[in-house]
Each structure stands twice: as structure tokens, then as C-alpha cells.
């Protein structure tokens, strides 16, 4: 599913926030609820044309067979050693749903380069 840019932003400061002045240390179960929260937050945030649908739209174009929330429960339950920082859970995020941004200036084939160079820094 490809998402503005400014969609990104808006989660990875969102999760920075979160992780700062709420919880810096979630549990997979806390941390997946609060993904979960921050998208729709984020999309409301950003401005996103869909943004209540954002949820289920993701569920759809990720053609995930359980919920979403018990998807990302399992990623970071699985992860439990990564870095809990908004850039680093936004990554996996991205990951497990196959999410893709564009600035509305991208074509296609940048954001195509985009996502190769993003593979090889991340390691996925």
C-alpha cells in the first residue's frame, strides 16, 4: 500500500512521543495496541484521504489472515531485541504490511530505487 510520506512522519514522531513520555519500555501486546492507534492517528494527522478506512485498507492490501493488531503483537514479540525507537518500529511496520511511501513529486520508478536503497540500509 503506498502512503504520503507525511504519513510516515507524523507515525515515527508520534511513536518517539509515545515512547518518551508515556512508555519506554511496551510490552509486544502495548506496543502492537499502540501501533495500531498511532496509524489512525497519523493518517487523521496527515490529512489522509482515507483516513477512516486506514485500518482496514491496510488489513486488505496486506492480505493479512489474522487482525492487524495480532500481526504486529507477533512481529514484536518475535523482535524483542530491536531498538525501540519511531524510526526502528517503523521500519518493521513497513516490513510486515508492505507499506510504501511517495512524495507527490515521486514517480514510480524513484520510489522503486527509494524502497531497494531503504532494503539494503535496513536488511530486510
Same mark, same amino acid.
Do not use: C, H
Given at each position: 500500500?503506498?502512503? %504520503? !510520506?507525511?504519513?510516515?512522519?507524523?507515525? @515515527? $514522531?508520534?511513536?518517539?512521543?509515545? *515512547?518518551?513520555?508515556?512508555?519506554?519500555? %511496551?510490552?509486544? =501486546? !502495548?506496543?502492537?495496541? !499502540?501501533? @495500531?492507534? &498511532?496509524?489512525?492517528?497519523?493518517?487523521?494527522?496527515?490529512?489522509?484521504?482515507?483516513?477512516?478506512? $486506514?485500518?482496514?485498507? $491496510?488489513?486488505?492490501?496486506?492480505? &493479512?489472515?489474522? %487482525?492487524?493488531?495480532?500481526? *504486529?503483537?507477533?512481529?514484536?514479540?518475535?523482535?524483542?531485541?530491536?531498538?525501540? !525507537?519511531?524510526?526502528?518500529?517503523?521500519? @518493521?511496520?513497513?516490513?510486515?504490511?508492505? *507499506?510504501?511511501?511517495?512524495?507527490?513529486?515521486?514517480? #514510480?520508478?524513484? &520510489?522503486?530505487?527509494? #524502497?531497494?536503497?531503504?532494503?539494503? =540500509?535496513?536488511?530486510?
Amino acid at each position: 500500500m503506498k502512503l %504520503p !510520506t507525511e504519513f510516515r512522519e507524523f507515525l @515515527v $514522531i508520534a511513536l518517539d512521543d509515545y *515512547l518518551e513520555m508515556e512508555n519506554d519500555d %511496551p510490552n509486544a =501486546v !502495548t506496543l502492537a495496541a !499502540t501501533v @495500531v492507534r &498511532l496509524l489512525g492517528q497519523a493518517a487523521e494527522d496527515s490529512d489522509f484521504e482515507e483516513a477512516d478506512n $486506514i485500518l482496514a485498507d $491496510i488489513e486488505e492490501e496486506a492480505e &493479512l489472515e489474522e %487482525p492487524l493488531i495480532g500481526v *504486529l503483537e507477533y512481529e514484536f514479540a518475535k523482535n524483542d531485541e530491536m531498538e525501540l !525507537t519511531g524510526e526502528d518500529i517503523t521500519r @518493521v511496520v513497513e516490513r510486515v504490511l508492505g *507499506l510504501k511511501w511517495s512524495d507527490d513529486g515521486m514517480d #514510480e520508478a524513484s &520510489l522503486d530505487t527509494y #524502497e531497494e536503497e531503504d532494503e539494503e =540500509v535496513d536488511g530486510y
